[in-house]
């Protein structure tokens, strides 16, 4: 059995290393050969001092390469195109700013193994940075918080009720099977380089194909927020994009999308009212709630998500 351990990376070395130390340290499934595969995304490589201290402490094969076009998909497809050619099993994608558990990949393989999956995801747990947050921040740090606990309990007691085959498995914490992969002929779409999203279309893609999908509550990685993603524009930023996203990749109608908007709008309202009440928690909530309801406006006249547009590239990497 033969493992590709997949991340790119572009502009953030001190969260690079702190994966590749995870990395290190984790637990090896038994019996398997294991290859670390990364990509940079920029014109030229401005990490190769991390990697190969990385390379210089694990027993393990590591590989570099190099990506100038810019846009998440082009970097997943080069680590993919480069596991699909190299003969491996599974591949697995974790994000640059994410460190793994100790029984992460141990967990992740052995659930792809025992349930015959295709494609797994797993819970990304979210930490304070070691800087003070501001009131402000701390409430959007608890609303994003509170929000992924949610999801993870609902995931969970899906695997429990075998109804996890129909999650959207994404990149922050995933596994494939790389021979389904090359039954189907799947890549990321790389017409999604500024939108974001390009994972959730991979997952619908392999599901539209018959694979099996399965979340795996026990395979955590972990990532701290900074704190220029902990600013309530920020936050109702990215709940707009993923709204107009969801649009796009579900193909939903307009007279569904004005309901949704509809429905949003109301629960800004609502959320407004009771400021008085609870505080920043309802006033982060409605910037949340109003985030998707402009987005979800913006999808319906055919406008677009630029998440990761050049424009905003300075929210995405760490400070020069």
């Known amino acids: 059995m033969r493992i590709a351990v997949g991340a ?7 969260g690079l290393k702190c994966l590749l130390d995870s990395f290190a340290s984790m637990e090896r499934p038994e019996g398997a050969a294991i290859e ?14 991390v990697v190969d201290n990385f390379r210089s402490e694990v ?27 190299q003969g491996f099993d599974f591949l697995t994608f974790v994000d640059d700013d994410e460190v793994v558990r100790r029984d992460w ?3 992740l393989i052995s659930a792809m193994q025992a349930r015959d999956l295709d494609l797994c995801g797993g819970p990304v747990e979210f930490e304070r940075p070691a800087d003070q947050l501001s009131p402000m921040q701390e409430a959007v740090f608890l609303h994003k918080t509170e929000r992924s606990l949610k999801r993870n309990v609902r995931r969970e007691a899906g695997v ?6 129909k999650l959207d498995i994404y990149t922050n914490n995933w596994c494939v099977r790389l021979d389904a992969v090359r039954a189907n002929g799947l890549r990321f779409d790389d017409a999604l380089r500024y939108t974001g999203g390009s994972d959730t279309r991979f997952s619908r893609q392999m599901r539209g194909a018959g694979a099996r999908i399965g979340w795996v509550p026990s395979a955590r990685v972990c990532e701290t927020l900074p704190q220029k993603r902990l600013t309530l524009s920020y936050y109702a930023g990215r709940a707009r994009d993923q709204a107009s996203n969801d649009v796009m990749i579900r193909k939903h109608s307009p007279l569904k999308t004005w309901i949704r908007v509809a429905q949003r709008l109301i629960d800004v309202f609502i959320n407004l009212l009771t400021v008085p009440v609870r505080g920043r928690k309802a006033l982060v909530n409605a910037g949340f709630k109003l985030g998707m309801a402009t987005g979800l406006m913006r999808a319906a006249i055919g406008l677009k998500s630029g998440h990761y547009a050049p424009r905003r590239e300075s929210l995405h990497v760490e400070s020069q």
């Open 36 to 49: 670390f595969v990364f990509c940079e995304n920029d014109d030229e490589s401005t990490i190769s001092d």
């Open 8 to 14: 790119i990376t572009r502009r953030r070395p001190e």
């Open 59 to 85: 027993p393990e094969p590591v590989q570099l390469m190099l990506e100038p076009k810019k846009g998440i998909p082009f970097a997943r497809n080069r680590v993919l195109t480069a596991a699909l050619d």
């Open 105 to 107: 990949l141990v967990n």
């Open 160 to 165: 429990v009720a075998a109804k996890d085959t």
